[in-house]
């Protein structure tokens, strides 16, 4: 069954080897007379967009609206102790 079977592939490879390729078309991309793929020009993708101004606005918008939070006793506590004044935000 070896000896068959060893048979077999040899005449297959033989088979393949000497068939001629098909003709490439200047439609197929391999083809050397194939037209190049055009370039198109790459977007700034970092750029800003309508969206980005949008949602810039509205951030804009929020931190006016948005009331500074009141300081906590803890913290007056802590700007009285020696040594240990924060900086304002």
Do not use: H, W
Not at 54 to 68: D, G, L, N, Y
């Amino acid at each position: 069954m070896n000896r068959y079977s060893v048979l077999l592939i040899a005449f297959l490879f033989a088979g393949c080897a000497t068939a001629p390729p098909p003709p490439l078309t200047a439609d197929n991309p391999a083809s050397p007379s194939a037209p190049e793929a055009t370039i198109r020009p790459i977007r700034n993708a970092l750029g800003v967009d309508d969206l980005t101004t949008k949602t810039r606005q509205i951030f804009v918008q929020a931190a006016k609206e948005q009331p500074s939070p009141a300081p906590t006793p803890q913290q007056q506590q802590m700007d009285q102790m020696p040594g240990m004044n924060m900086p304002q935000e």
